[in-house]
């Protein structure tokens, strides 16, 4: 977390509502971006998001200048014997019956005024488990522990009664920090490695973790029990971890606990850490669940989609059979039908394109996207293709004909009238250019013909480029692009919720 914000929590009024304005947009994305996966991704996960962003949101608005650190464990590692040796007085009871706590004890190290009441409610400590320093029959003295703290006793979270782990969980989700306690015997027990440290990895910073009953192992067995535990922890994906050995009971390294627990309480920052570590760890299972997917549909994409559906419908044959035909044939050239599976088959590479490297889940939507049309667009494209005439232009010889024709009349008539007059050898000459401005003419107007025939062909394509083109845009390519609009605000809003990220 910045300085700067550290900075603010330390002079700002009790409720952190306003102060954390960047917590509340980095909310705002996470909840712009469940909003967006809404149908796309699977509905308990999102349920699970919103309940993240509601916790965070509760916390926010509640007191600020107290920290909330529960104390969790399995059974009998000595929770509730921590807690009592770290307040200095016997306040939740431990025994060796098994199991022993079952709803959360607090201690307060402050006044009962309104604002901790409310924070306890919302933590949903029941009022008789309330304690505080001042209330304490044989008060402790004031400075043992750090004005502000709130410290939670919790049930276990692997006994054999369900309500235990059901509250343990409830208020492990509501805290702002959490101590650890394992013993020698049960510290690589599955259970607490699998539920809770190892999805909490990401929350490293309001995470303690304490090796309880060191009393019970050999002095000199002590250093290498602590290494395993760290071994077993970066295991979890916990870097670097911090490890303390305690005795809760012969009170050994109870003072470093408490030195410790003084730290984080001053330093005030777990409520914003644990929010901030909340948040990130949710942004990036909705990434996970998510995957990527191109922010709008390139248009050689869209390029490719046509040229495929032209192929589909026969348009470079009719184009061909138009550029060979004349010009009456040429308007009985038809396009289409189009080959439905061929249109299918373009229109789901298409759509596998746009959703290559999204997830399943939400690559679904974007090929129903795609996909979802497939029998009206080989419909309006059999509507619209089968209306297309070609154009057969008018035939730009007729001037060449008239004017070959002309000049062999004129030349004909001209060795004509030069025969008469006896000049036989230039009426020959004349005829032979007469002839050859016949064969001159009838070869500029069949080239002519065929130019025309080829531009109609040329046109006819283009008819339908722009045909397939408009048809293909309304019927699959606007309803991806609308899914891939819905992943641009997701990516947006994941963006906005992992923006601190970096200055972790
Ligand atoms: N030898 C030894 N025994 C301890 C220590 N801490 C706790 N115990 C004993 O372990 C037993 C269980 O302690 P609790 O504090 O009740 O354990 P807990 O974790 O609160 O148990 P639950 O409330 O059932 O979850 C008790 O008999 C304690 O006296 C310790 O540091 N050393
Ligand atoms: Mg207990």
């Known amino acids: 977390m910045s300085?700067?914000?550290?900075?603010?929590?330390?002079?700002?009024?009790?409720?952190?509502?306003?102060?954390?304005?960047?917590?509340?947009?980095?909310?705002?994305?996470?909840?712009?971006?469940?909003?967006?996966?809404?149908?796309?991704?699977?509905?308990?996960?999102?349920?699970?998001?919103?309940?993240?962003?509601?916790?965070?949101?509760?916390?926010?608005?509640?007191?600020?200048?107290?920290?909330?650190?529960?104390?969790?464990?399995?059974?009998?590692?000595?929770?509730?014997?921590?807690?009592?040796?770290?307040?200095?007085?016997?306040?939740?009871?431990?025994?060796?019956?098994?199991?022993?706590?079952?709803?959360a004890k607090a201690l307060v190290w402050g006044e009962p005024d309104a604002e901790v009441r409310?924070?306890?409610?919302w933590l949903g400590v029941p009022a008789a488990n309330q304690h505080f320093r001042s209330t304490l029959l044989e008060a402790p003295p004031r400075g043992i522990l750090p004005e502000g703290l709130i410290l939670l006793d919790l049930p276990d979270h692997?006994?054999?009664?369900?309500?235990?782990?059901?509250?343990?969980?409830?208020?492990?989700?509501?805290?702002?920090?959490?101590?650890?306690?394992?013993?020698?015997?049960?510290?690589?027990?599955?259970?607490?490695h699998q539920r809770f440290l190892r999805p909490l990895a990401g929350h490293r910073a309001v995470t303690m973790v304490v090796m309880n009953q060191v009393d019970t192992v050999a002095e000199d067995e002590r250093p290498g029990l602590l290494r395993d535990l760290r071994k077993v922890l970066v295991a979890d994906g916990l870097r670097d971890p911090r490890v303390l050995a305690i005795s809760a009971r012969s009170?050994?390294?109870?003072?470093?606990?408490?030195?410790?627990?003084?730290?984080?309480?001053?330093?005030?920052?777990?409520?914003?850490?644990?929010?901030?570590?909340?948040?990130?760890s949710a942004a990036s299972t909705l990434d996970r669940a998510a995957g990527d997917a191109p922010h709008t549909v390139p248009e050689v994409w869209v390029d490719d989609l046509v040229r495929r559906v032209a192929d589909a419908g026969g348009v470079p044959g009719a184009a061909a059979r138009v550029a060979r035909a004349d010009r009456r044939a040429r308007r009985e050239v038809r396009v289409g039908p189009v080959d439905g599976a061929a249109v299918g088959a373009a229109v789901r590479s298409f759509a596998d394109q746009a959703a290559r490297d999204l997830t399943d889940v939400w690559g679904a939507p974007v090929r129903a996207a795609a996909t979802g049309r497939l029998p009206l667009l080989t419909e309006r494209l059999d509507a619209e293709l089968g209306a297309l005439r070609p154009a057969s232009g008018a035939d730009t010889g007729r001037g060449i004909l008239a004017g070959a024709a002309a000049a062999v009349l004129v030349a004909l008539v001209g060795a004509g009238v030069l025969t008469a007059a006896g000049q036989s050898v230039v009426a020959a000459a004349l005829a032979v250019c007469g002839v050859l401005?016949?064969?001159?003419?009838?070869?500029?107007?069949?080239?002519?013909?065929?130019?025309?025939?080829?531009?109609?062909?040329?046109?006819?394509?283009?008819?339908?480029?722009?045909?397939?083109?408009?048809v293909v845009r309304v019927q699959v390519v606007d309803p991806v692009q609308a899914e891939l609009a819905s992943y641009r605000r997701f990516r947006a809003g994941l963006d906005a919720a992992h923006v601190m990220r970096a200055t972790r």
């Open 3 to 103: 300085g700067g914000l550290g900075a603010v929590f330390r002079d700002a009024p009790a409720s952190l509502v306003r102060r954390q304005s960047s917590l509340e947009r980095r909310l705002d994305g996470l909840r712009t971006a469940v909003k967006e996966a809404r149908g796309r991704l699977d509905d308990s996960l999102l349920d699970e998001i919103e309940a993240t962003a509601a916790r965070a949101d509760g916390r926010l608005g509640l007191s600020g200048r107290h920290t909330v650190i529960a104390i969790a464990g399995a059974t009998g590692s000595g929770k509730s014997t921590t807690f009592n040796a770290l307040a200095g007085a016997p306040l939740s009871e431990s025994s060796a019956q098994r199991p022993t706590t079952a709803v």
């Open 118 to 121: 409310d924070l306890l409610a």
């Open 158 to 192: 692997d006994s054999v009664e369900t309500a235990h782990h059901r509250e343990a969980e409830r208020v492990i989700q509501l805290a702002d920090a959490m101590i650890w306690v394992v013993d020698p015997q049960k510290y690589a027990d599955a259970a607490i």
């Open 251 to 280: 009170g050994l390294g109870v003072d470093d606990l408490r030195a410790a627990v003084r730290r984080r309480v001053e330093d005030n920052q777990h409520a914003e850490e644990r929010m901030a570590a909340d948040i990130a």
């Open 437 to 470: 401005a016949g064969i001159g003419g009838w070869l500029g107007v069949r080239s002519a013909r065929r130019r025309t025939a080829v531009r109609d062909g040329r046109a006819l394509t283009d008819d339908c480029a722009e045909v397939i083109g408009r």
